[in-house]
T-cell receptor, first 113, second 112 residues
Framework: DTGVSQDPRHKITKRGQNVTFRCDPI?????LYWYRQTLGQGPEFLTY????????KSRLLSDRFSAERPKGSFSTLEIQRTEQGDSAMYLC???????????FGPGTRLTVL | GIQVEQSPPDLILQEGANSTLRCNFS?????LQWFHQNPWGQLINLFY???GTKQNGRLSATTVATERYSLLYISSSQTTDSGVYFC??????????????FGKGTHLIIQP
């Protein structure tokens, strides 16, 4: 296993469109996290899963955002009706358990035109 | 919520110099990590260090949990050390909740 992977690496979309990102964690990692990073800032926590259960959502996660981890393995993050303010790097991380070391994927860079 | 402050925000050094980056946090933590973000945005794990001291080659880190700070030392800097260094923590809540809270980072430039 080579680490956390994310797909796509880059996404350009028009305002109002829906987009979906995928994250594959390190195998056997029970925890999966989503973060968002805007230019010049540190990443900000969005949500996390313990196996298939979504246990916490940040107030940053508006109703237009939804995340799933259906079988406790990969996860998807969907943004509906994208806005220009959604332009950011979306990062996924995984850890074996709490509060173990988190390992990050390469990110998906979203540009909303 | 928990506050994480990093200093200095920017640091420019000549190749071969040593540097110390600081991270202050406002509450007890269960997890503290140092990352290096490369120009392509990849966060590279440097240390998982909620307490104590660790060393890895030219890099070392110390966390004094009782005084709520951590230090990252870089010795004999190389141009490849350039980039943004982040400190990130998980609040000690006992409930297994919360993702990492990141500081704003230290932007390090190593000049040849």
């Amino acid at each position: 296993d080579t680490g956390v992977s994310q797909d796509p690496r880059h996404k350009i979309t028009k305002r109002g469109q829906n987009v979906t990102f995928r994250c594959d964690p390190i195998s056997e990692h029970n925890r999966l996290y989503w973060y968002r990073q805007t230019l010049g800032q540190g990443p900000e926590f969005l949500t996390y899963f313990q196996n298939e259960a979504q246990l916490e959502k940040s107030r940053l996660l508006s109703d237009r955002f939804s995340a799933e981890r259906p079988k406790g393995s990969f996860s998807t993050l969907e943004i509906q009706r994208t806005e220009q303010g959604d332009s950011a790097m979306y990062l996924c991380a995984s850890s074996l358990n709490y509060p173990d070391e988190q390992f990050f994927g390469p990110g998906t860079r979203l540009t909303v035109l | 919520g928990i506050q994480v402050e990093q200093s200095p925000p920017d640091l420019i050094l000549q190749e071969g110099a040593n540097s110390t980056l600081r991270c202050n946090f406002s509450d007890s933590v269960n997890n503290l990590q140092w990352f290096h973000q490369n120009p392509w945005g990849q966060l590279i794990n440097l240390f998982y260090i909620p307490s104590g001291t660790k060393q890895n080659g030219r890099l070392s880190a110390t966390t004094v949990a009782t005084e709520r700070y951590s230090l990252l030392y870089i010795s004999s800097s190389q141009t490849t050390d350039s980039g943004v260094y982040f400190c990130a923590v998980v609040l000690y809540s006992g409930g297994g909740a919360d993702g990492l809270t990141f500081g704003k980072g230290t932007h390090l430039i190593i000049q040849p």
